[in-house]
């Protein structure tokens, strides 16, 4: 069921706030998202201290 009188103009205008904000709401979403996986790509590169390098084993048994 639709509304009987439908100003276009008006429904517009009154609902151009919210759909700004909503837009404004995806882009901070998106740029937050884009940081988090930046930072963990960009993070997953570094090797810990106390975490053995790739063949190497703590193991003081072998030789």
């Given at each position: ?14 609902h151009a706030p919210s759909l ?44």
């Amino acid at each position: 069921m639709s509304a009987p009188t439908t100003n276009t103009e008006r429904e517009t205008r009154r609902h151009a706030p919210s759909l700004f904000g909503i837009a404004i709401a995806v882009l901070i979403g998106g740029i937050m998202g884009a940081a988090i996986t930046f930072t963990a790509i960009d993070r997953s590169d570094e090797v810990a201290a106390d975490q053995p390098v790739m063949g190497e084993t703590n193991d003081s048994t072998t030789n």
